[in-house]
């Protein structure tokens, strides 16, 4: 069970800090998109993963905003329970990229409403998160960046 989870761990630290943008120059007018898979687990009793894709525009060199869309699926069964939710959201971005080589340091920030609904009681989230990387620019249109950070996330029961 250990190594299941080592694994487990691992895949999604992987997979969490991984996204891949497209049009990935950091010049004012450029467009973005990429996407990220996060909390990715599949075990006997365990799935869950999340997609996230996001769309940005350099309103200057190396300042990139944007939006980004969340989905989320987790399930749990055993012999005793069984729970499921799934949770959807968006929200907006600022990026700076540091540097002028092919790879460039970045900080960023971000905002997040998202609305979780399951078998438990609904939730709704507002999550504000800060993180720091760097992307590494394989061509001129593509690039791979590295994020870690910290979120803040304020979750409100949902009443019928």
Request: proline share 2%.
């Amino acid at each position: 069970m250990k190594n299941l989870f080592s694994r487990t761990v691992l895949v999604t630290v992987c997979f969490a800090f991984l996204a891949v943008c497209t049009q990935a120059q950091t010049e004012k007018g450029r467009f973005t998109v990429g996407a990220s898979v996060a909390n990715a687990s599949f075990s006997n009793t365990t799935t869950s993963f999340g997609i996230n894709p996001s769309f940005g525009y350099f309103l200057a060199d190396d300042l990139m905003v944007g939006t980004s869309l969340n989905f989320n699926y987790y399930a749990f069964s055993n012999e005793f329970f069984n729970d499921r939710s799934t949770s959807v959201g968006a929200g907006p971005f600022v990026r700076y990229y540091f540097g002028s080589g092919r790879l460039k340091p970045l900080l960023a920030a971000e905002f997040s409403y998202n609305r979780q609904v399951g078998e438990a009681n609904p939730v709704s989230s507002s999550i504000l998160a800060g993180s720091g990387g760097a992307a590494y620019f394989i061509n001129d249109n593509v690039a791979l960046e590295g994020l870690a950070g910290y979120n803040h996330i304020l979750n409100r029961d949902i009443q019928n």
